[in-house]
């Protein structure tokens, strides 16, 4: 157990719908990281929080937004999903802004039909 | 431009052969580290290393070495005497202090030990 809790692990959904990907990171960590693993774009990073205020943003759609709330734990927001949203997406955490003690969970397999 | 680049899409070897996955980066900082991560079928990031750019040391651990070559800028990983187990994908990474430490990976390297 890596410590950073994703929930849930799968999710079908159909095209169009609104679904909310969570993460709780390791205890103490107040970075939060969001990846997508899709088949077309590979691994990428798409935003990143630190105790609660947004600090970097990637590749990421208008149609997604993120957060993270007082307790430290990061909500992912995807909303009017396209097949093409299918994909694992990873969260993960540290202490800081550094890639010491970087953590990835285990990650939420979405697919949209 | 991409900053990791996995050349290797998919290597197939024999058990106890000994393997080598490239990886080469391009940063303009300073500062920065360099990841392995192993994906088994499961899904799930296994961290194999961390090396940061002032440390250009080779490391072995068990079955598992990295060469990193700062002025190749790359960052190689060997397998040595394969087994089964390690058939997964393979990815390289680059973290940079400038840019808030937010991965880069690479393609990933899909690695296949037949028995």
């Known amino acids: 157990d890596s410590g950073v809790t994703q929930t849930p692990k799968h999710l079908i959904t159909a095209t169009g719908q609104r679904v909310t990907l969570r993460c709780s990171p390791r205890s103490g960590d107040l970075s939060v990281y969001w990846y997508q693993q899709s088949l077309d774009q590979g691994l990428q990073f798409l935003i990143q929080?630190?105790?609660?205020?947004?600090?970097a943003k990637g590749n990421i759609l208008e149609r997604f937004s993120a957060q993270q709330f007082p307790d430290l734990h990061s909500e992912l927001n995807l909303s009017s999903l396209e097949l093409g949203d299918s994909a694992l997406y990873f969260c993960a955490s540290s202490a800081d802004s550094t890639p010491y003690g970087y953590t990835f969970g285990s990650g939420t397999r979405l697919t949209v039909v | 431009a991409q900053k990791v680049t996995q050349a290797q899409t998919e290597i197939s070897v024999v058990e106890k052969e000994d393997v080598t996955l490239d990886c080469v980066y391009e940063t303009r900082d300073t500062t920065y580290y360099l990841f392995w991560y192993k994906q088994p079928p499961s899904g799930e990031l296994v961290f194999l290393i961390r090396?940061?750019?002032?440390?250009?040391q080779n490391e072995i651990s068990g079955r598992y070495s990295w060469n990193f070559q700062k002025s190749t800028s790359s960052f190689n990983f060997t397998i040595t005497a394969s087994q089964v187990v390690d058939s997964a994908v393979y990815f390289c990474a680059l973290s940079e202090a400038r840019t808030g430490n937010q991965f880069y990976f690479g393609t990933g390297t899909s690695l296949t030990v037949i028995p």
């Open positions: 090396r940061n750019s002032f440390d250009e």
């Open positions: 929080y630190y105790n609660g205020e947004e600090r």
